[in-house]
């Protein structure tokens, strides 16, 4: 009986202490932000590094490309010079052809004979056989320069057809090399937020905790909720969730740090309005600063950000967690700080930011990485919480 009274004991002790969720201590948590820090200034260098080699690749294609227009150009000319050569062949022909009719006899088979034995002397022979001589040399010579220019015109097509498919692949390589700068730099982007946003609230983060008085070793986010029971500014501790919408369906779900953040949910309303999963207090309102993401770029959309997200920070089994709602259209009656219930209206269904259409994106996470919610981005996304462990979430509900 005695050793069931010692189990019972540990278990409600298990219940009310603070869950452990791997904080940091001030100094571990600012180290953490310092070596942080320096990585997210290295992504930015390396940022900007791809924009200026993405910034000379283009400046090279741009003049690979006036090169294959100057090609083709050229190709265009030379084209126009050999249908002109082929004129003046067929001009020079009929020219010389009118020539020689008009010493011919009748188109006689022997004319060049014909003219020249038709001499009286030998004097008129002579003539007309130098005569004879130089109009065939002089037919032949023309025929020759121009078949002559023809062939060159043609090698030059060729050599000019070479150059510009040896400019067409160099262009494809480039094409290719700029892709694949752009896709590091995005791969660097993805992280949401930016980079200059990250290390601000990360720093903010730091000075929060040093201000609010921790001690040394103490565990920050431990520290945070112990000294918020004590004052004023409290929040009352929930046991249950709720669904987040009166009505609606299931569309994609949790897929962890390196999947879907959160949970997608829709309605056939799309305006329909937003309410906490439980009772809390509004720990931030904002727009997102992200710049992509790879499930938007494979889909085709573009992604600039500007998501309308509200943050509600909930009470729960000894320790805070962190509830957010994506892509609303708009924000209901609230402000930062404001105690809300699971009945009040926080926003309204959306698709701002980077969406594919109305709907809205719970993300919960066991600290947040926005005003002094006690870690990094990166941390954030290691305490993600699949929000279908807090509440039911079936393929299409009627009710909360």
Not at 136 to 160: C, F, G, P, S, V
Request: hydrophobic share 30%; proline share 2%.
């Amino acid at each position: 009986m005695k050793k069931k009274s010692i189990i019972y004991v540990f278990l409600i002790i298990s219940v009310l202490l603070p869950i452990k969720i791997n904080a940091k201590t001030i100094s571990e948590f600012e180290a953490e932000v310092n070596k942080y820090t320096a990585e997210l200034n290295e992504k930015k260098n390396k940022i900007v590094k791809n924009d200026q080699e993405i910034a000379a690749v283009r400046k090279n294609i741009a003049n690979i490309e006036s090169q294959i227009k100057s090609a083709e150009n050229e190709i265009e000319r030379l084209q126009q010079e050999i249908e002109e050569s082929n004129k003046k062949i067929a001009e020079k022909s009929a020219e010389s052809k009118k020539v020689m009719q008009y010493y011919q006899i009748e188109n006689g088979d022997n004319a060049y004979l014909e003219y020249a034995f038709g001499a009286e002397t030998i004097t008129d022979m002579i003539y007309r056989m130098s005569v004879i001589e130089q109009l065939t040399e002089y037919n032949d010579r023309i025929m020759k320069e121009l078949q002559k220019l023809i062939e060159e015109n043609i090698k030059k097509k060729a050599a000019l057809k070479q150059k510009q498919e040896e400019l067409r692949t160099l262009k494809e390589k480039l094409e290719a090399e700029k892709v694949k700068i752009e896709a590091d730099n995005q791969a660097i982007r993805e992280s949401m937020p930016s980079v200059e946003t990250q290390i601000k609230e990360a720093q903010a983060n730091v000075n929060y905790f040093k201000k609010l008085g921790c001690g040394a070793t103490e565990d920050i986010l431990a520290c945070q909720y112990r000294i918020a029971q004590r004052s004023n500014n409290s929040i009352p501790s929930v046991g249950t969730f709720a669904r987040p919408m009166e009505y609606g369906y299931s569309v994609r779900g949790f897929g962890g740090r390196y999947g879907h953040l959160g949970y997608d949910l829709s309605s056939n309303n799309k305006s329909i309005p937003i309410y906490p999963i439980a009772g809390g207090q509004v720990h931030a309102i904002y727009t997102d600063d992200c710049t992509s993401g790879s499930w938007c770029r494979s889909m085709g959309y573009s992604c600039n950000g500007n998501a309308k997200i509200v943050v509600i920070k909930h009470n729960y089994n000894g320790s805070y967690i962190y509830s957010s709602y994506v892509h609303l259209s708009g924000y209901g009656n609230i402000s930062q700080g404001m105690q809300v219930t699971r009945d009040t209206v926080i926003g309204y269904m959306g698709t701002s930011g980077c969406s594919t259409g109305p709907h809205l994106h719970v993300e919960i996470s066991r600290c947040h990485w926005k005003n002094n919610g006690g870690c990094t981005y990166n941390q954030y996304l290691n305490k993600l919480v699949n929000p279908s462990s807090l509440f039911n979430i079936p393929s299409r509900w009627s009710n909360r």
